[in-house]
């Protein structure tokens, strides 16, 4: 009986823990432990999960599979339909009830390409030829209406062009190809059939230039917008995220600092009007009082009074490390923004990859498809993969999440910080994920084989780090194992999110005798950070 009550004691305290995550439904597909993961996209017609299997004994034979689902991971089953020979995907997205896949045979940067467009409405699968491109590394890959918009390097200078699907032709944009250059964003402004490239170049005195560019879907420039007197002298915009707000109103947010000391010194907010007039807001860590709430009591406190000396110095606080922005949320309340905190460690190499400060690191797989095999770890850590720009020797520390709430007006109503509590990985695409639910606001990410979940409500925080077993909505079955580089989460709406991978399952059949099988899977999963009740409380 004396051990009974502490077990009891525990017990109350893991249920209430566990309650906060519910896994509500689950499809699976039954692959071999290692085959390729499936890439997922929203749409209007439900889920959409997809890859290129290998056919067995012949790996040069490709078959490409996709199953739709809907917001109970109800799906009316796997889709297969043929890939050329000696073709895989490199690259996807989405445009109207179309899925569109980029094919490439092989990895050289000159191999053949083409596109198979999928109608999603009666399912119906069309092949394009994609020629007439220069020999490139591929960086983005999208559609829009009937134009296919790729953006590559050909050596170490970037070039965008645009393929017309029906006519043939490739139109290449001017004024993109060029030394010191670097494309932060591509974007697709589909409500005026244009897109949108934001442009990073250094000018006659190494400073670094600006330009948000609009184009038609024929590659002629519409409109530039130059971001000419930004903050004060030396500091530079680091990383950008445009997007569309009210009417023709345009926001763009992102870190700034000293590039050429590769420093951080906080974040801007630029407000572009319909005529290309902008006005710049700008943040130091004095702005966010609760930068450092990732830390404990006494180091956060050290950080404080390392800030408090510097602005008594007249100097702005700097930030260690690579501070970029990963996404935002707009609403009548005011803009929500979410930023990584993070540091990249390499050996033999001081190639950043695509991580680096100045390149496209908030472009996960969920809100902005693009190129493909995002999860495939083997062809990303690869050193002969031309499409990734990824290194083998390439590791990434992940320190904090942050999250700024302002007002209309620009003020800061609220700052706060999650804790990565120093992961460290090598998988190049970030992984924490936010959801904003009203007064609510979850972040969540993958550790080994356990959800790691934070919570604030009205911008305080209420837990960190909380850590969840990954379960089974089938009682009767068990996990026999994980494959733990397999597991990818991400938000999908409100508070559920979407958990996959592969895994081996235990079950039992109807004779009674045991047995295992080897699946994908993706889960839905419920977060309710108001169920949590503090230890105190329960004792």
Request: aromatic letters at 14%; hydrophobic letters at 35%; a negative charge.
């Amino acid at each position: 009986m004396k051990y009974f009550v502490p077990f009891l004691f525990c017990l109350f305290l893991y249920l209430p823990a566990q309650s906060q995550v519910k896994f509500l439904s689950r499809y699976e597909v039954e692959s071999d432990y290692f085959d390729p993961l499936f890439e997922m996209v929203p749409s209007a017609f439900g889920l959409v999960s997809f890859r290129t299997l290998p056919q067995k004994g012949q790996f040069n034979k490709r078959t490409f599979q996709y199953f739709v689902s809907n917001e109970d991971l109800e799906s009316e089953g796997l889709i297969e339909l043929p890939v050329k020979d000696g073709y895989d995907m490199v690259g996807y997205d989405t445009d109207k009830e179309y899925l569109f896949v980029l094919f490439q045979r092989g990895r050289t940067v000159g191999a053949n390409k083409y596109v198979l467009q999928i109608n999603l409405n009666d399912k119906k699968g069309f092949e394009y030829t994609l020629g007439n491109l220069l020999e490139m590394e591929l960086n983005e890959f999208l559609v829009q209406g009937r134009s296919v918009i790729v953006m590559g390097m050909p050596d170490t200078r970037p070039v965008i062009q645009v393929y017309d699907l029906d006519d043939k032709s490739t139109h290449t944009l001017q004024g993109i190809y060029g030394n010191d250059t670097q494309i932060l964003q591509v974007r697709k402004r589909e409500e005026i059939e244009s897109f949108e490239v934001v442009l990073s170049r250094k000018g006659k005195y190494r400073e670094r230039e600006i330009s948000i560019n609009t184009y038609d879907l024929s590659g002629n420039l519409l409109r530039e917008v130059k971001v000419e007197q930004f903050g004060e002298q030396g500091q530079e915009i680091m990383n950008a995220f445009l997007f569309s707000s009210e009417g023709y109103r345009q926001m763009m947010v992102g870190a700034y600092g000293l590039d050429r000391r590769d420093s951080y010194q906080g974040m801007y907010v630029l407000d572009i009007n319909e005529f290309g007039e902008y006005e710049d807001r700008i943040y130091t860590l004095e702005d966010f009082p609760n930068f450092y709430n990732y830390l404990d009591e006494r180091a956060k406190a050290r950080k404080d009074r390392e800030i408090d000396r510097n602005v008594n110095k007249g100097k702005v606080p700097t930030i260690r490390n690579n501070y970029a922005i990963r996404a935002i949320v707009d609403s009548p309340e005011g803009l929500l923004v979410y930023f990584d905190h993070y540091d990249i460690i390499t050996t033999r190499t001081n190639f950043r990859g695509i991580n680096s400060p100045m390149n496209l690191y908030r472009s996960d797989r969920w809100t902005r498809p693009g190129m493909a095999s995002a999860n495939d770890l083997f062809f990303l850590n690869s050193a002969t993969n031309p499409v990734s720009g990824f290194q083998v020797d390439t590791e990434f520390s992940y320190l904090s999440a942050h999250f700024v709430q302002f007002g209309k007006e620009g003020q800061v109503l609220w700052d706060n910080a999650a804790s990565f509590d120093n992961m460290q990985t090598r998988y190049q695409v970030p992984f924490g994920e936010m959801a904003k639910v009203d007064d609510e606001l979850y972040h969540a990410y993958v550790r080994e084989d356990k959800i790691m979940l934070a919570y604030f409500k009205d911008g305080e925080k209420v837990f960190d780090n909380l850590e969840f077993d990954i379960k089974l909505t089938n009682e009767n079955e068990r996990i026999s194992q994980t494959n733990r580089e397999t597991l990818q989460l991400v938000h999908w709406y409100d508070r559920y999110f979407l958990l996959s991978g592969t895994q081996k399952i235990r079950y039992q059949k109807e004779n009674g005798s045991g047995a295992s099988r080897d699946v994908y899977f993706v889960t839905k999963v419920l977060f309710a950070g108001d169920l949590y009740e503090p230890e105190e409380k329960l004792k």
